[in-house]
C-alpha cells in the first residue's frame, strides 16, 4: 500500500501547510476553551481576520464529518477521513462507468486509476485534504446528473440534491466550481445531441437539474452566505473584483509542461528538481502512460457518443490550466462569475485526470472486445502510439536543458538526467508489456483475462511508481521539511512549548501586543510566511498564512516595515540572527521549533512600540487611500499627530478635542468582544478620537457605550471611533447576522 505507513504507524503526512491549518485549529480550540465561546474573529493571524467567512477551520459544518469523527474515538488515525474519501471516490466511478454500460473489469480499472491519480496522492500527501475529498464527488456528481436524465423522478432529484450539497459543504469552492463546469457542460451536451438527432430539447430535464442544484446549494447556504459576504473585502477580490491576474494565473501550466503527463520527469519531479515555468511544484501532472494509450483506443470503431462530451472536458480543461499562457483563461476571467476568484488555473486539470480516466476504462472495454474480435490493427495502433511515446522519451532525454531550474547544482542536474532517463525505462517496459500481452493473445498464446490482468497490473505499477516518488522524495533533492511523512511526534510538538523559550517568554507578558516573526535569507530579512504556530498558542501576530486575507492587509505591505511596527502594535520581534538597531533591544534568546525542529531564535523588543490603543492628538482627511499610503510611506510617520481618516469620514466628524490627562484601556478582551474604559477629560467642546489597533472590518463589527458611536476606517486599516468626555465603557463586539450560534 503506498499508505501503509500513515495507516498503521505513527507517522503523518506533514507539510506546511497541514501544519499552518492545524495550528489554526489548536489556537480555535484553546480559545473556545478559556472564553466559553467559538472565536469567529482570529486576531492571531494578519493582526486579525473572521474566521468562518474566510472558511478558516469549518470542517463541522460538512455533515460526514460527524460520522467519521467517531473514528477518533476508536484511536483510529485521522488519516483513515481521507482514504475513506478515496473509496468514495472509487465507488462513485465504478457506478458512473457502470452506468454507461462498461463491463465490470474496465469498469473497476477506471475506479482504481482514479483514486490513485497522482493529482490525488499529491493532494492527501501535501496538506490539501480538501480538495481531494471534494474531488471524490465529482464521479458520483456526474452518476447522479446521468442517473437524473435517464431516470427522472423524485428520487434522482434528491439523490443529485444531496450530493451537490455535501460536496459543497465540503467546502473546497473552487473544485466544486468545476464540478458545476462539468455539469454545464453536460447539459450543453445533451441539448447538442437533442439537436443532432431531431428531438426538442428536455426543458423537463434542465428543470429538474435546476431544482436540484437549488437544493443542494441551499444544504449549504451556511457556508456560503458568510463566503459571499466576506469575498468583497478578501485579497481575492482586488483589481476590478477579482485576484490580481498575474497572482491568480501564477501556477498556469505551460504548453511544453504537457509533456509531464505522459514523462512524469520530463521538467523534474518537484521541489528541487524542478526546473519548468511555474513558481514551483511538489510534482508532475502526471496521468499514466497507459491509461493516456488507453484513452486514445477509446476512439477507435468505438459508437459511444459520451467519449466526444470527456474530450470536450479534456480540451476544455486543457485551455483553463494553461492559464496566462492563452487568451482562453483571460476571457474567462473577466466575463465568467467567480471565476476570477480563484487561483492556480492548472488546478482544472482534476477534470482532465477524471475525463481520461473515464475515457482509459471506455478504451480498456473497446480493446478487449476487439481482442475477442481477432482484430488485429488493433495492435498496429498500439505499437504506432507506443512508438510515438518512445521517440517523445528519446528525444527528452538527449535534447534537455536544465538552465530554467532553480537549484544548478551539479548533483541536482544528475538526479534529473538520471529521473529522465528512469521514465524512458519505465516507458519502455510498460509499453512492452502492453504490446506483448497484445500480440500473446491474438497469437492464442495467452487467454483474454490474462491479457487482461497485465494491462491493469502494469498500469497500476505505472501509477505506483510516481505515487511512490511523490511521498517518498530523494532527500537529496528535497529540503528536509519538505519531505511529508513526519513521526507524530513532530506535530506534537508544535502544540508544546514546555521546551520552548521563545514561546514560554512571550506568554509571561501579559499585555496586548503583537509579534513579528522573521528569518535572515542572504542577508535579507525574510517574513515567516506559512507558518501559523503562534496562532496554536494564541500569540498574536502580523504574519502568518491564509489564501484569501483581507485585502486591505495585504495592500498594507507596501507600508515601509517599521511603520508597520508602530501601526499593528508590535512589541516584539522574533529573529533567526542577532542584528543592531536603535530601534529595537535584545530581551531573549533560546530554543524555538520552528520547520518541526528546535533552533536558536532571538526576541527583541521593539522600542518605538505604541499601544493598542490610544487617543489621538491630531486627525486627518485624505482624499484617497493612495494619499494615505504617501502619509504612511514617509519614515517621519507619527501615529498621534499624522494618523488619517477619509475625506468623507472627517467631513462628517465632530470637533475633536485632546487632553493628554485622559485616560483608556482595554478592560477585557476576547477575540469576538473588546471592552474599552475611556476616562476623556474635557479641555474644550468637541469628542475625544480613539484610535484602536484592530483590522477595520464593517461587516459584523457593533460598537456601544455612549451615544452616536460609529466605528471609522483610520490609516487605510484600523479601527477608530469618536467618543464623548467623561467616563465611559466601549464595547466592540463582531457579531454579524450571516452566522447564528
Not at 50 to 67: G, V
Amino acid at each position: 500500500s503506498l499508505f501503509h505507513r500513515v495507516m498503521f504507524d505513527d507517522y503523518l503526512f506533514l507539510t506546511q501547510d497541514t501544519i499552518s491549518a492545524k495550528s489554526v485549529k489548536h489556537g480555535i480550540e484553546a480559545s473556545t476553551k478559556e472564553f466559553d465561546e467559538y472565536p469567529i474573529w482570529l486576531p492571531w493571524m494578519f493582526s486579525g481576520l473572521p474566521s468562518t467567512h474566510s472558511m478558516q477551520n469549518i470542517s463541522e459544518y460538512y455533515l460526514p464529518h460527524h460520522i467519521i469523527s467517531l473514528i477518533k474515538a476508536i484511536n483510529v488515525p485521522w488519516f483513515w477521513n481521507y482514504l475513506l474519501h478515496f473509496l468514495f471516490a472509487g465507488i462513485g466511478m465504478y457506478l458512473l462507468l457502470s452506468r454507461l454500460k462498461l463491463d465490470f473489469f474496465s469498469s473497476l480499472f477506471g475506479a482504481i486509476s482514479f483514486m490513485i491519480m497522482p493529482w490525488m496522492v499529491t493532494m492527501i500527501v501535501h496538506g490539501h485534504g480538501s480538495q481531494v475529498m471534494t474531488a471524490s464527488y465529482i464521479p458520483w456528481v456526474m452518476w447522479s446528473l446521468i442517473r437524473l436524465k435517464e431516470e427522472p423522478d423524485i428520487r434522482s432529484i434528491s439523490i443529485l440534491a444531496f450530493i451537490i450539497g455535501l460536496q459543497l459543504q465540503r467546502a473546497h469552492v473552487q473544485i466544486a466550481y468545476y464540478s458545476w463546469i462539468l455539469m454545464g457542460m453536460y447539459l450543453i451536451y445533451d441539448m447538442v445531441l437533442s439537436y443532432k438527432s431531431k428531438y426538442n430539447i428536455d426543458l423537463k430535464f434542465l428543470i429538474r437539474w435546476l431544482v436540484a442544484s437549488a437544493l443542494g446549494f441551499c444544504m449549504s447556504l451556511w457556508i456560503y452566505i458568510p463566503l459571499l459576504n466576506y469575498a468583497p473585502y478578501s485579497k481575492r477580490s482586488v483589481s476590478e473584483g477579482g485576484a490580481a491576474f498575474d497572482y491568480a494565473t501564477s501556477w498556469s501550466l505551460h504548453p511544453y509542461e504537457m509533456l509531464s503527463m505522459i514523462l512524469p520527469s520530463s521538467f523534474g519531479f518537484g521541489e528541487l528538481s524542478y526546473f519548468g515555468y511555474m513558481p514551483m511544484t511538489n510534482f508532475p501532472n502526471y496521468i499514466g502512460i497507459i491509461i493516456f494509450l488507453l484513452a486514445i483506443l477509446a476512439f477507435y470503431q468505438n459508437s459511444s457518443k459520451i467519449k466526444y462530451l470527456l474530450l470536450s472536458i479534456l480540451i476544455l480543461s486543457l485551455l483553463v490550466s494553461f492559464g496566462k499562457y492563452t487568451f482562453f483563461y483571460a476571457l474567462l476571467y473577466d466575463w465568467l462569475p467567480y471565476f476570477n476568484k480563484f487561483r492556480v488555473p492548472s488546478m482544472i486539470l482534476v477534470l482532465f485526470q477524471f475525463s481520461i480516466s473515464i475515457l482509459a476504462a471506455i478504451g480498456l472495454n473497446n480493446l478487449i472486445e476487439k481482442l475477442k474480435k481477432k482484430d488485429k490493427a488493433i495492435l498496429k495502433i498500439i505499437c504506432c502510439i507506443s512508438g510515438a511515446i518512445l521517440f517523445l522519451a528519446l528525444y527528452r532525454y538527449f535534447f534537455v536543458d536544465f538552465s530554467s531550474g532553480w537549484d544548478q547544482r551539479l548533483t541536482t542536474n544528475n538526479f534529473r538526467n538520471e529521473m529522465i532517463r528512469n521514465d524512458l525505462i519505465f516507458v519502455s517496459i510498460f509499453l512492452s508489456s502492453i504490446i506483448i500481452a497484445t500480440y500473446c493473445y491474438i497469437k492464442d498464446k495467452i487467454r483474454i483475462e490474462v491479457a487482461l490482468s497485465i494491462y491493469i497490473l502494469a498500469s497500476f505499477f505505472d501509477l505506483y511508481v510516481v505515487g511512490y516518488q511523490i511521498i517518498n522524495p530523494q532527500k537529496e533533492i528535497t529540503y528536509t521539511q519538505d519531505i511529508p511523512i513526519k513521526d507524530i511526534t513532530d506535530i506534537n510538538n508544535q502544540f508544546k512549548f514546555e521546551n520552548d523559550d521563545i514561546i514560554k517568554f512571550l506568554k509571561k507578558d501579559k499585555s496586548k501586543f503583537r509579534v513579528f516573526s522573521a528569518s535572515f535569507e542572504k542577508q535579507q530579512l525574510k517574513p515567516d510566511h506559512n507558518n501559523n504556530r503562534l496562532a496554536a498558542f494564541n500569540i498574536e501576530s502580523i504574519g502568518g498564512y491564509h489564501p484569501a486575507k483581507l485585502s486591505i492587509f495585504e495592500s498594507f505591505d507596501s507600508v515601509p516595515l517599521l511603520n508597520r511596527f508602530k501601526i499593528l502594535n508590535v512589541k516584539y520581534l522574533i529573529l533567526s540572527n542577532q542584528i543592531n538597531h536603535p530601534s529595537l533591544k535584545l530581551v531573549a534568546s533560546g530554543s524555538y521549533y520552528s520547520n518541526l525542529n528546535y533552533r536558536l531564535a532571538h526576541i527583541y523588543e521593539y522600542l518605538e512600540f505604541e499601544p493598542r490603543v490610544q487617543f489621538l492628538e491630531n486627525i486627518n482627511s485624505v482624499d484617497s487611500r493612495e494619499d494615505g499610503y504617501k502619509i504612511l510611506n514617509t519614515d517621519s510617520f507619527n501615529i498621534s499627530e499624522n494618523s488619517f481618516i477619509s475625506k468623507s469620514d472627517f467631513n462628517n466628524s465632530p470637533q475633536l478635542s485632546f487632553n493628554p490627562s485622559s485616560e483608556i484601556y482595554i478592560k477585557g478582551y476576547s477575540p469576538n468582544k473588546i471592552i474599552i474604559t475611556t476616562d476623556a477629560k474635557d479641555t474644550e467642546k468637541g469628542q475625544h478620537f480613539v484610535l484602536l489597533s484592530e483590522i477595520y472590518f464593517p461587516h459584523g463589527w457593533e460598537i456601544s457605550g455612549a451615544p452616536s458611536l460609529e466605528i471609522i476606517e483610520v490609516n487605510n486599516l484600523l479601527r477608530g471611533f469618536f467618543v464623548p468626555s467623561g467616563k465611559n465603557e466601549i464595547i466592540l463586539e463582531f457579531k454579524p447576522k450571516d452566522l447564528v450560534y
